[in-house]
């Protein structure tokens, strides 16, 4: 069983960052592919960005692109989200999920395991 928690999320003006993490135990870290989703009270989870199990391909939903990185530290068994220049639109609950052998899918319901979330609140 996995065990995945996130942490950084917090408050912050618009124009401004912040950097989330997902510390993963339980698994053998390197043969997850790693996502991050976000959701809005009342919305179904969205996409925001994916890693592949090796951490060569990464993905992006258009609204972050250029402004959220995603990136992998196998040895520390932790995902980042790296978000700059934050929109009040970015306001919402974000999650990360794993998916073992994933290539970096889109899809939430292709993913195995979740966090329990990091609020993200952004005052424009």
């Known amino acids: 069983q996995v065990q995945l928690v996130e942490s950084g999320g917090g408050l912050v003006q618009a124009g401004g960052s912040l950097r989330l993490s997902c510390a993963a135990s339980?698994?053998?870290?390197?043969?997850?592919?790693m996502g991050w989703f976000r959701q809005a009270p009342g919305k179904e989870r969205e996409f925001v960005a994916a890693?592949?199990?090796?951490?060569?391909?990464?993905y992006y939903t258009d609204s972050v692109k250029g402004r959220f990185t995603i990136s992998r530290d196998n040895a520390k068994n932790t995902v980042y989200l790296q978000m700059n220049n934050l929109k009040h639109e970015d306001t919402e609950v974000y999650s990360c999920?794993?998916?073992?052998w994933g290539v970096g899918s889109q899809m939430a319901y292709e993913y195995n395991y979740w966090g329990q979330g990091t609020q993200v609140t952004v005052s424009s």
């Open positions: 890693i592949d199990y090796r951490g060569v391909r990464t």
């Open positions: 339980g698994g053998i870290f390197s043969r997850f592919g």
């Open positions: 999920g794993a998916e073992l």
